[in-house]
């Protein structure tokens, strides 16, 4: 097993000493030190003259202490930290359910305003530690359908290197946007490549050309194991905070499912973590018009940021226990819904929502609304009731959708969004959504599943097939998960030689 691990970049062996000894005197040239996976998981433990540096820092700014704000716990100032992760708590009025839905909310991140940053630090900052990736000669190269490179890029320019962004021309213009601003050369370093979030073996077909120049490092989310284990420890501690808090004022409730669009299959990681914690379920959520999981299908679509045609490498298939496929309309309407003043205005009057949370529906982006109606099927077709809760994530705000929501709306509603169209607009996709495209996995469905992505893995990507059926053991995904406290020490043995 051990040896499986290491080929798929699992190991704490030093890779080279003297690119090692590089990254330290540039890092100690630049102040630069790194968080443990333990600070992320819990930012009580991050050193007090570090919490109190950043009081003075911009958490939008390329500065090296935004490292330490990379996890669930910013404050809705993104300036301080909080002891229960901002999190919005969604009931009857909202989602026409009994049982509750309860989001972290991942756009009070640094940087990008999006999760998906704790990702890309997980994927670089091992490579650093162990002299695998040198600063001073390489480009980390960024493959992602929206947020993951826009985090990558960040990641790079706070550990003074070059970031290069990969992902389809067809994402947000806002996107496009941060990237032009914070890549060191845009015209090289944003690569747009064809299609939409379904397009990723273009993306992929890229990085494979691009890994043919030694100066670049290629950090594939889709097959980077260090971004299941960062959700694993990061987000499924935040989650289980979050509960816990939750259960002081409902002594009754029980975790019965996280929802998780599949995307690269990273933020799903943090199911594995509530299941063994509260024996909760694992719904994998993907576009029905792109339905990969649950028939094998393909096609494009407006969940921007979850990716699909393939299975990714780091899924933990024989763990999931619910594949479900929702339409973008769904997304995209409710999207509308959320955003503009009449869809506001019937929340407020019609269904009774509380002001606070209609003035928070902002935390809410195209993939983290998929995940809330995601959940609400889930609920129904579980019979979950009023003590029930489904956990899920707010990958991003509404904040990087601008441009989206004046299409959705020209497209869709003859360019004005009004309380009729609200109306119909919550009554088909939020109280009318049903049970249908939702699939309980049985063992030969997972079989099926985790079989899928034999083609994408092996046969494209050149995996060796042992590495591949190796992850069909759950005792692999327990293994590997050693691997951190023994990252973490190297990390503080770092910052050692960094302060010397």
């Not at 989310?221 to 987000?235: R, S």
């Not at 503009?340 to 609304?369: F, H, M, P, Q």
């Amino acid at each position: 097993m051990e040896k499986i691990l290491e080929r798929l970049g699992l190991t704490t062996k030093i890779v080279d000493e003297a690119t090692l000894n590089d990254t330290v005197k540039r890092f100690k040239e630049r102040k630069i030190t790194l968080p443990t996976f333990d600070m992320l998981a819990n930012p009580a433990k991050i050193p007090a003259d570090i919490k109190k540096a950043l009081e003075d820092v911009d958490p939008d700014a390329p500065n090296p202490l935004n490292l330490y704000r990379v996890h669930w716990y910013n404050s809705e100032d993104r300036k301080h930290f909080v002891e229960v992760p901002v999190h919005l708590v969604l009931t009857k009025e909202i989602t026409g359910i009994d049982a509750t839905i309860i989001t972290l909310v991942g756009c009070l991140a640094p940087m990008i305003g999006s999760h998906k940053v704790l990702a890309a630090y997980a994927c670089l900052a091992p490579r650093v530690i162990l002299g695998a990736f040198n600063p001073t000669k390489h480009r980390a190269v960024w493959p992602s359908t929206g947020n993951y490179c826009r985090g990558g890029v960040a990641i790079s320019r706070l550990m003074n290197c070059r970031g290069v962004a990969i992902l389809p021309e067809r994402m947000s213009q806002e996107r496009f946007q941060w990237l032009r601003e914070w890549t060191m050369n845009p015209e090289e370093d944003i690569i747009a490549t064809y299609g939409c979030e379904s397009n990723v073996k273009e993306i992929y077909d890229k990085c494979n050309e691009l890994a043919k120049d030694p100066t670049n490092f290629i950090l594939n989310q889709f097959a980077e194991f260090n971004n299941h284990l960062a959700h694993y420890f990061c987000t499924g501690e935040a989650l289980s905070t979050v509960f816990k808090d939750f259960k002081k004022t409902n002594k009754n409730a029980k975790l019965r499912a996280f929802v998780s669009a599949t995307g690269s299959a990273g933020t799903i990681g943090a199911g594995d973590f509530l299941k063994e914690t509260y024996g909760s379920k694992t719904v994998a959520v993907e576009a029905l018009e792109c339905p990969t999981l649950c028939y094998n299908g393909f096609g494009d679509h407006n969940i921007q940021g979850i990716g699909d045609k393939h299975v990714p490498l780091i899924h933990n298939v024989m763990n999931t226990d619910f594949v479900l496929a929702l339409s973008d309309k769904a997304s995209d309407h409710t999207f509308a819904l959320y955003n503009t003043e009449a869809g506001r205005e019937y929340l407020a009057t019609r269904c009774g929502v509380k002001k606070e949370l209609i003035d928070n529906l902002k935390y809410l982006g195209l993939s983290s609304i998929a995940n809330i109606i995601s959940a609400i099927k889930t609920a129904k077709y579980m019979k979950l009731g009023k003590d029930d809760v489904i956990m899920t994530v707010a990958t991003d705000g509404a904040r990087m959708y601008g441009s989206e929501k004046e299409l959705i709306i020209n497209r869709d509603f003859n360019g004005k969004f009004d309380m009729l169209d609200a109306a119909e607009t919550f009554g088909e996709y939020t109280k009318g959504s049903g049970t249908e495209n939702v699939i309980e996995l049985s063992q030969r469905d997972r079989e099926r599943v985790f079989n899928l992505g034999y083609f994408t893995w092996c046969e494209q990507q050149g995996i060796d097939i042992e590495a591949f059926k190796a992850r069909e053991d759950q005792d692999f995904w327990r293994t590997m998960r050693a691997y951190v406290p023994e990252w973490d020490k190297m990390i503080a043995d770092f910052n050692d030689k960094v302060a010397k």
